[in-house]
């Protein structure tokens, strides 16, 4: 897990401020609601770790961006992250481009 944090720092702050959820939380299936496919939606990947969800959103025709990362690279840059996520959001035409 160290590797995936920019310093020790990081790391303890993050590991203070997460919630802790009980093993059901993580056994439970979602129920996906009717019309849940024509919704708009966007997909941003780290790297290939979520390939499947990522093709999963290209197969609903949403913007799909992947950039080199680990699970955590919303840490480690989160300006490269905000402006991938600004330019997805221009792409769905809900902001304006990115400065």
Do not use: K
């Not at 950039?67 to 300006?79: F, I």
């Amino acid at each position: 897990m160290a590797a995936l944090f920019p310093d020790c720092q990081t790391r303890g702050r993050i590991e203070r401020e997460q919630s802790r959820l009980p093993l059901s939380y993580f056994e439970d299936q979602l129920v996906v609601p009717d019309g849940w496919d024509d919704l708009a939606g966007a997909y941003l990947a780290f790297g290939e770790t979520y390939s499947h969800e990522r093709d999963a959103a290209e197969h609903r025709h949403w913007p799909v961006t992947t950039v080199a990362g680990d699970h955590l690279h919303l840490v480690n840059d989160p300006t490269q992250v905000a402006t991938v996520v600004s330019d997805l959001l221009h792409r769905m035409g809900i902001t304006s481009p990115p400065l």
